[in-house]
């Protein structure tokens, strides 16, 4: 392993708005650019794409890291020569420019390439006397595929770097985009408020399955691309799940209709993980004044709910924040608690947005086909009120000293989590029709123990009748 002094810490300060304004006009000169500035249109493509590397130093310095928007996380190769980073576009894009922000170990000769294929290969960028730290270059070419092609390096170590960032435009309306099939049309946002004297909601009692570094959404067809997920649902997930892959394994839900796969950041003291025990509770309830409106998720249907780049601020400001973590007397908690009493757990809620545009299944930032509900009411361009899930998870507090609590995604304001709707679709549409739509407040088995006379949705192997 590289010398500790090395590994840790940035070797450059982050750039300040001097810096950058410097940059810019060693651009309109000519210096360190191959083109003309990149126009202001040309957004970030790279974020959350599916990366592949030639070779990795350890686990805990994955390929994804390039493109998670983290500067503290990062990517490191193997002590040889040559070595390469290959970020998957999702589908034909023009690149304008291109960013690398290097470690301390730090290529000095190497070739920014495009492919349509992921085989042949057209340099676009070529350099043999770079110096490492932040480098902004102004590129011209196109394709589904960009590489770093590295055959140089500037120390005795491999190679490292925290951010690979490519950006440009998408040559296809479709890139990267899941079409929904049947697609949702004509439907207009609910603004009526019926009477609300019930919760209008069930659980789906999940326990935990295991702990891989994968993420079928962000990272698709990658196995170990990922920071590590604890996962629940699904018995199978993993980097190559599909909709039929999660149907045709099992589930460790109470009802066995539900073979949707749910993960979230593996939480560790140190370098033990900590993971839930026994069900945990995951809320699908109304986020919608007309609880009448709403409607099962779309088979297939993903997303991410919350950043692992979140700011601790961005985390206690974001729309689906209830209360933080939570351990004993202590709530609303931003990042992980460091005492907590012995026997209790560390708990946190997050709710998820409940506004589908109607007509993606996923999109490239595996967000923006969803949206919260403003003031109760789904906004136009997301029409489709579904159930709002709530996460609400159950560490249990491990003994001893708590200083070295950590996710795998970083401090405690960057959890996040994942949903991949794979639910018998009979299952899910009794229970929401028949709990959610219907004003009770139900358990897993969509019972009400306040209203008996309403029945179940489930019997009691909870499953249909």
């Given at each position: 392993?590289?010398?500790?002094?090395?590994?840790?810490?940035?070797?450059?300060?982050?750039?300040?708005a001097l810096a950058v304004a410097f940059a810019a006009v060693l651009a309109l000169v000519g210096?360190?650019?191959?083109?003309?500035?990149?126009?202001?249109?040309?957004?970030?493509?790279?974020?959350?794409?599916?990366?592949?590397?030639?070779?990795?130093?350890?686990?805990?310095?994955?390929?994804?890291?390039?493109?998670?928007?983290?500067?503290?996380?990062?990517?490191?190769?193997?002590?040889?020569?040559?070595?390469?980073?290959?970020?998957?576009l999702g589908a034909g894009a023009t690149v304008s420019k291109v960013e690398l922000d290097w470690?301390?170990?730090?290529?000095?000769?190497?070739?920014?390439?495009?492919?349509?294929?992921?085989?042949?290969?057209?340099?676009?960028?070529?350099?043999?006397?770079?110096?490492?730290?932040?480098?902004?270059?102004?590129?011209?070419?196109?394709?589904?595929?960009?590489?770093?092609?590295?055959?140089?390096?500037?120390?005795?170590?491999?190679?490292?770097?925290?951010?690979?960032?490519?950006?440009?435009?998408?040559?296809?309306?479709?890139?990267?985009?899941?079409?929904?099939?049947?697609?949702?049309?004509?439907?207009?946002?609910?603004?009526?408020?019926?009477?609300?004297?019930?919760?209008?909601?069930?659980?789906?009692?999940?326990?935990?399955?295991?702990?891989?570094?994968?993420?079928?959404?962000?990272?698709?067809?990658?196995?170990?691309?990922?920071?590590?997920?604890?996962?629940?649902?699904?018995?199978?997930?993993?980097?190559?799940?599909?909709?039929?892959?999660?149907?045709?394994?099992?589930?460790?839900?109470?009802?066995?209709?539900?073979?949707?796969?749910?993960?979230?950041?593996?939480?560790?003291?140190?370098?033990?993980?900590?993971?839930?025990?026994?069900?945990?509770?995951?809320?699908?309830?109304?986020?919608?004044?007309?609880?009448?409106?709403?409607?099962?998720?779309?088979?297939?249907?993903?997303?991410?709910?919350?950043?692992?780049?979140?700011?601790?601020?961005?985390?206690?400001?974001?729309?689906?924040?209830?209360?933080?973590?939570?351990?004993?007397?202590?709530?609303?908690?931003?990042?992980?608690?460091?005492?907590?009493?012995?026997?209790?757990?560390?708990?946190?809620?997050?709710?998820?947005?409940?506004?589908?545009?109607?007509?993606?299944?996923?999109?490239?930032?595996?967000?923006?086909?969803?949206?919260?509900?403003?003031?109760?009411?789904?906004?136009?361009?997301?029409?489709?009120?579904?159930?709002?899930?709530?996460?609400?998870?159950?560490?249990?507090?491990?003994?001893?000293?708590?200083?070295?609590?950590?996710?795998?995604?970083?401090?405690?304001?960057?959890?996040?989590?994942?949903?991949?709707?794979a639910w018998d679709a009979p299952t899910l549409a009794a229970l929401v029709n028949h709990c959610?739509?219907?004003?009770?407040?139900?358990?897993?088995?969509?019972?009400?123990?306040?209203?008996?006379?309403?029945?179940?949705?489930?019997?009691?192997?909870?499953?249909?009748?």
């Amino acid at each position: 392993m590289r010398p500790r002094f090395l590994s840790r810490g940035r070797p450059q300060p982050k750039r300040t708005a001097l810096a950058v304004a410097f940059a810019a006009v060693l651009a309109l000169v000519g210096i360190g650019s191959t083109t003309p500035q990149a126009g202001a249109a040309d957004g970030l493509i790279s974020q959350s794409r599916p990366v592949v590397a030639s070779s990795l130093e350890s686990a805990s310095f994955p390929a994804g890291a390039v493109v998670d928007g983290d500067a503290t996380t990062r990517w490191a190769s193997t002590w040889s020569d040559p070595q390469w980073l290959q970020i998957d576009l999702g589908a034909g894009a023009t690149v304008s420019k291109v960013e690398l922000d290097w470690e301390a170990a730090f290529a000095t000769a190497y070739q920014i390439q495009t492919s349509n294929d992921a085989a042949t290969w057209t340099p676009v960028y070529s350099t043999t006397t770079a110096a490492g730290g932040n480098q902004v270059l102004n590129v011209t070419g196109s394709g589904r595929y960009i590489r770093l092609y590295m055959t140089a390096r500037g120390t005795q170590y491999g190679y490292s770097l925290y951010e690979f960032k490519v950006y440009g435009t998408a040559t296809g309306p479709t890139a990267g985009y899941v079409l929904a099939n049947p697609q949702v049309t004509g439907v207009v946002p609910s603004t009526y408020d019926p009477p609300h004297a019930y919760f209008h909601e069930f659980q789906a009692n999940c326990s935990f399955t295991r702990n891989l570094p994968d993420d079928p959404i962000v990272f698709p067809g990658l196995p170990g691309a990922s920071h590590m997920h604890t996962f629940m649902g699904s018995t199978v997930t993993d980097a190559n799940s599909t909709l039929a892959s999660l149907r045709a394994g099992g589930s460790s839900c109470l009802a066995p209709g539900d073979k949707s796969g749910y993960w979230m950041p593996t939480m560790y003291n140190g370098s033990t993980p900590i993971n839930p025990v026994g069900p945990q509770v995951i809320y699908y309830k109304t986020g919608v004044n007309d609880y009448t409106s709403v409607r099962p998720f779309p088979p297939g249907l993903r997303f991410v709910v919350g950043s692992p780049a979140a700011s601790a601020t961005e985390f206690t400001n974001a729309p689906g924040y209830v209360a933080g973590w939570e351990c004993g007397d202590s709530y609303r908690n931003t990042d992980l608690p460091t005492a907590c009493p012995a026997g209790t757990a560390i708990n946190i809620r997050m709710q998820a947005p409940s506004c589908w545009n109607g007509l993606y299944l996923d999109t490239p930032d595996h967000k923006s086909h969803m949206a919260y509900p403003v003031n109760g009411v789904c906004p136009a361009d997301h029409p489709v009120a579904l159930p709002m899930i709530e996460f609400k998870m159950a560490f249990p507090v491990p003994a001893g000293d708590l200083s070295q609590l950590r996710l795998s995604s970083g401090r405690g304001y960057s959890f996040h989590y994942d949903f991949f709707n794979a639910w018998d679709a009979p299952t899910l549409a009794a229970l929401v029709n028949h709990c959610v739509v219907g004003g009770l407040q139900c358990n897993a088995r969509g019972y009400d123990e306040t209203q008996p006379g309403r029945g179940a949705a489930l019997n009691e192997q909870y499953q249909l009748p």
